[in-house]
């Protein structure tokens, strides 16, 4: 059986200006990074189009180390919602080099049903990623530059700053660190450290923006700290959006590549969903609708963290109006999800699949909350046998759920059809069906509340001192009406990861309260959240290797 880059390498990549030609982009719209790879103008950006396209948004059942194959799914649906005659072009998030070099070894898809040129995409791309680490990294060095400085010091107080730098690296040794070491010319000592890139505002930032004087606004909105007299510090005091938006006016034009079978696919931005808001940007997603009739995108992790926050944050902010939802779910997941060990989901367990049914119970809630009845995609794996297969969708036939399976990883396109002709009866229910779970003018404590009891099925929500202080300082900022996203563990519906399954009867503690003004939500923190995360003991990177003629292996 080939690997995923085996199969990529071994397919053939079409240029991108024929791909291009399919949405009816001229040549000269398109910003070549070489033979594959394209930047689209935001001018291709078409309001009224938006408002025509179908928006399918592809989530999953809580995640479990087996994976269960979100891009995969979205890749497989695009390529057979196009074999059976539905102009459709999947909008993705970029990789992190963090999770490329550490666990995942990849994630532009698998099998049959991948975005190319993978080796690009997983890696550099576009430079997209580097450049938001720049503006991020350039408005840390304004910030201390300005500490340190006699003309036009701010006086900001350097323990209330929280701004730390960031590299799209996984690194545990910069989580904390000491800087301005070495005497007076070398800047005011204090405790800092690192992000990784993904994790950084402004990354959030630019997925939130409309356009370029949108981004440059949000950016001035950043939230820095307080003077020692109380004062709140933005960005905007420093006079760093202007040069952090230079730093980024390519990295906000969508990137145009294409799937295995020729499909669009637009990549472009990439926040986690356990820290920010875990989805594509508004401008790609508005690009996709503009060009094509359907649109396919993931959100991170499950629906709890990353469709909670496509409905909640990029759905209100963009106006947009998702039209049906698929949830991902394999045999191995759920089988964990019941008490099987991971070194025992390749056997057959029906007693164990049975009793992790609550956890896809509990996401088909989920999307039922904002008024959609979800299609199941079950992903298929060579390990599932026919009894499990049977048992799952018996279980969901009977509960008036709609499945299908999908075989996208093995067959492409062919092996999603019964998914794709699902799907678009589905999006025929639903044409304006989408309601948030909240408004932005809640007060912050009824927002949380309801993403937490009704979100994780939590039984009330619990604040330390720390965050209700936070959470008052914001109101007396003037910023209460802005979005919430609730940072917690991707490994559980509750913020304990160790609790899998349907949790109930726990409550959800929130420990401190981040302001992420610039990209228009709070963070509450429930939990331990590294946003820097380590490698592995033995990370992918040991794999990945390169031959004399240029040749990559080890991405899968």
Known sequence: MKSDIEIAQSSKIRPIVDIAKQLHIQEDDLELYGKYKAKLPLKLIDEEKVKQGKLILVTAITPTPAGE????????????????????????????????????????????????????????????????????????????????????????????????????????????????????????????????????????????????????????????????????????????????????????????????????????????????????????????????DYVVTEAGFASDLGAEKFFNIKSQYGDLMPNAVVIVATIRALKYHGGAKLADLGNEDLSALEKGFENLDKHIENMQYYNFRPVVAINKFATDTEAEIELLKKYLENKGITVAINDAWAKGGDGAIELAEKVVESVSECPTCFRPLYELDWSFEKKIEAIATKMYGAKNVEYTVKAKNQLQKINDLGLSNLAVCIAKTQKSLSDDAHKKGRPRDFTVKIREVELSSGAGFIVPIAGTIMRMPGLPGKPSAEKIDIDENGNITGLF
């Open 69 to 292: 194959g979100k891009t995969t799914t979205s890749i497989g649906l695009t390529q057979a919602l196009n074999k059976i005659g539905k102009k459709t072009t999947v909008v993705l998030r970029e990789p992190s080099l963090g999770p490329v070099f550490g666990i995942k070894g990849g994630a532009a898809g698998g099998g049959y049903s991948q975005v190319i040129p993978m080796e690009d995409i997983n890696l550099h791309f576009t430079g997209d990623l580097s450049a938001v680490e720049k503006a991020h990294n350039l408005l840390a060095a304004m910030i201390d530059n300005n500490i340190q400085a006699k003309d036009g010091n701010l006086g900001l107080d350097p323990r209330t700053i929280e701004w730390k730098r960031v590299m799209d690296m996984n690194e545990r040794a910069l989580r904390d660190i000491v800087i301005g070491l070495g005497g007076p010319k070398q800047g005011v000592p204090r405790e800092s450290g690192f992000h990784i890139t993904a994790a950084s505002e402004v990354m959030a930032t630019l997925c939130t923006a409309r356009d370029l004087n949108d981004l440059k606004k949000r950016l001035g909105n950043i939230f820095i700290g307080y003077t020692y007299e109380g004062k709140a510090i933005f960005a905007r005091d420093l006079k760093a959006e202007g040069a952090m938006t230079v730093l980024l006016k390519d990295a906000i034009k969508p990137n145009l590549v294409q799937t295995l079978e020729g499909n669009p696919a637009i990549i472009h931005g990439g926040p986690f969903a356990n820290i920010a808001q875990g989805t594509n940007t508004i401008i790609a997603t508005k690009m996709g609708l503009s060009l094509s």
